[in-house]
C-alpha cells in the first residue's frame, strides 16, 4: 500500500527567499507524482506532473524532481511571493489512475 | 471548456438525511474519481469511473454511500442517512487517460449538524 508523507507540516518563510518542499513515497512502482496548490476553503490546483520515466519538471518559478530509487519528490519554488502562501500536496499516482496524497505543506510567505 | 464542475459548493444537512452531489468531468475526460478531504489532511480516494463502469470502490465507503456516472458523462454521489462524521469535502477529479494526471473541480463542502 502506498504511503506519502510531506514534512514539515508548515513553513514560514521572508519574500524573495528559495525553498524546497519535501514528498517521501513508500511504492517505488510510483507511476507519476503530481504537485498541487490549495487556497483554504478550495479545491486543487495541479502545478506539475512527473511521469515516472523523467526526472523533472519545470513551470515558471516551479521546479519539481522525481527520484524512484530513494522514494522522494521535491518542490522547488524560486523568489517566493506573498501570492505562493498556501497548502502545496503532493500525490503519487499508480497505473490504474488512483492516488495516494500526502496531508501537505501549508506554506507562509511574510512580505 | 470550462474545466471540472462541482454543485452544490456547499451543503448543510441535518444528520439523518440524504445528500446528492453532482460532478460534471472535462468533456472528453473517461476517467472520473471522488475523494474526500477533512481538515488538515490530504484527499481520500473513494471511487473512480472509466467511462460509466465504476472499477474500484474504497473501503471507506461504506454502504450508506453511493457513486453512479450514467452514459460515462456526469456523475453523482449519495450519501444516506448522513451522520456528523460524513462532514467534509467532497472532491471530483477527472482525466483524459490513466497516469495523465488529475484536474479537480472546486469541491462541495458538506456540514452536517
Known amino acids: 500500500k502506498q504511503e506519502v508523507t510531506q514534512i514539515p507540516a508548515a513553513l514560514s518563510v521572508p519574500e524573495g527567499e528559495n525553498l524546497v518542499l519535501n514528498c517521501s513515497f513508500t511504492?517505488?512502482?510510483?507511476?507519476?507524482l503530481q504537485w498541487f496548490r490549495q487556497d483554504p476553503g478550495k479545491g486543487l490546483t495541479s502545478l506539475l506532473l512527473i511521469q515516472s520515466s523523467q526526472r523533472e519538471q519545470t513551470s515558471g518559478r516551479l521546479n519539481a524532481s522525481l527520484d524512484k530509487s530513494s522514494g522522494r519528490s521535491t518542490l522547488y519554488i524560486a523568489a517566493s511571493q506573498p501570492g505562493d502562501s498556501a497548502t502545496y500536496l503532493c500525490?503519487?499516482?499508480?497505473?490504474?489512475?488512483?492516488?495516494?496524497f500526502g496531508d501537505g505543506t501549508t506554506l507562509t510567505v511574510k512580505p | 471548456d470550462t474545466g471540472v464542475s462541482q454543485d452544490p459548493r456547499h451543503k448543510i444537512t441535518k444528520r439523518g438525511q440524504n445528500v446528492t452531489f453532482r460532478c460534471d468531468p472535462i468533456s472528453e475526460h473517461n476517467r472520473l474519481y471522488w475523494y474526500r478531504q477533512t481538515l488538515g489532511q490530504g484527499p481520500e480516494f473513494l471511487t473512480y469511473f472509466q467511462n460509466e463502469a465504476q472499477l474500484e470502490k474504497s473501503r471507506l465507503l461504506s454502504d450508506r454511500f453511493s457513486a453512479e456516472r450514467p452514459k460515462g458523462s456526469f456523475s453523482t454521489l449519495e450519501i444516506q442517512r448522513t451522520e456528523q462524521g460524513d462532514s467534509a469535502m467532497y472532491l471530483c477529479?477527472?482525466?483524459?487517460?490513466?497516469?495523465?494526471?488529475?484536474?479537480f473541480g472546486s469541491g462541495t463542502r458538506l456540514t452536517v449538524v
Open positions: 477529479a477527472s482525466s483524459p487517460v490513466p497516469g495523465t494526471g488529475y484536474t
Open positions: 500525490a503519487g499516482g499508480a497505473m490504474a489512475g488512483k492516488s495516494t
Open positions: 511504492d517505488s512502482a510510483i507511476y507519476n
